[in-house]
């Protein structure tokens, strides 16, 4: 049975008339009656009988008005619900893993609000190399780390610089401290080493890392001791006082300006961080 058939069935079944039902589905009276004839003789059943002047439905179109019924109510349903993915493209995000657990769930979730069907991909780089794909063309949004007095993108939460160390590591004041950090072109990194150099504190550079689950690892096996944002300590890792100060960063959220329906979100629907400020993971984390 065509779906076609069956809608135009139950325009009989809610008008009572062959004229009326053809009516309110725009198709001539007897294109519908030839419809109708076409239907009674695929199911071998008279679906119609006279009722004195009137033609109502016989026991088999009885029969055959819940099904249709059904039928058709679930086809709409299954039309409605896949033309939600027509001319659905994925969206390409970017954020460094420094974000993942605290700020990037957020923008994933005010994406998925604005559109329930969002399929987003989700890329880990450094800021700095996000921004470079951001500009070719590789990433249609980033959330990226940027300068406190920065008015880049859209504002989403601001970090600050720890100094940390493995719950059993113990510094030793008379030894180079061993310190991992992010890469040189991380504000902590140039911010760390200048700050150790200004107290004459001898220190080592044990590795520089593109990650902070990277540099987590080496602090939390007791190798040395780190330097990273406070929204990427994890529980293993306790604050160090007595550290030369490191500097607060802000997270904003920056688009390429390419035609992606997820795009007005970021200009609409994400505004809202500015009211709802992301925290931080330890609250007795500071810096001396």
Not at 132 to 138: A, N, P, Q
Request: glycine share 6%; proline share 4%.
């Amino acid at each position: 049975m065509e779906i076609e058939s069956l809608k135009a069935f139950l325009a009989f079944v809610e008008t009572g008339s062959f004229t009326r039902a053809a009516k309110h589905i725009n198709r001539t009276q007897s294109a519908f009656s030839s419809q109708m004839k076409k239907l009674e003789e695929e199911l071998n059943v008279r679906l119609f009988e006279k009722e004195g002047r009137n033609l109502v439905l016989s026991e088999a179109g009885l029969a055959l008005q819940s099904h249709a019924e059904q039928l058709v109510t679930a086809h709409n349903l299954a039309v409605s619900q896949i033309k939600r993915y027509q001319d659905k493209r994925a969206f390409r995000l970017g954020c460094p893993e420094d974000y993942n657990s605290n700020v990037l769930a957020r923008v994933v979730s005010e994406l998925q609000k604005y559109q329930p069907t969002c399929s987003i991909q989700i890329y880990s780089q450094p800021s700095t190399v996000l921004r470079g794909w951001i500009d070719e063309g590789k990433l249609d949004a980033a959330i990226v780390t940027r300068a406190a007095e920065s008015d880049e993108g859209i504002w989403l939460a601001s970090d600050k610089g720890v100094w940390v160390k493995s719950k059993s590591y113990e510094v030793k004041d008379d030894d180079p401290l061993p310190i991992a950090l992010y890469h040189a072109d991380c504000k902590y990194h140039s911010a760390a080493l200048n700050g150790l150099s200004k107290v004459g504190r001898a220190y080592q550079l044990l590795a520089c890392c593109d990650s902070s689950s990277g540099l987590r690892a080496l602090v939390e096996q007791g190798l040395c001791v780190g330097a990273m944002g406070e929204l990427s300590v994890s529980k293993e890792l306790t604050p160090m006082t007595g550290m030369p100060p490191l500097p607060a960063v802000d997270i904003a959220l920056i688009s390429s300006g390419h035609d992606h329906p997820l795009l007005t979100a970021i200009s609409s629907e994400l505004i809202k961080f500015e009211d709802k400020p992301v925290p931080a993971i330890n609250e007795e984390l500071e810096v001396v």
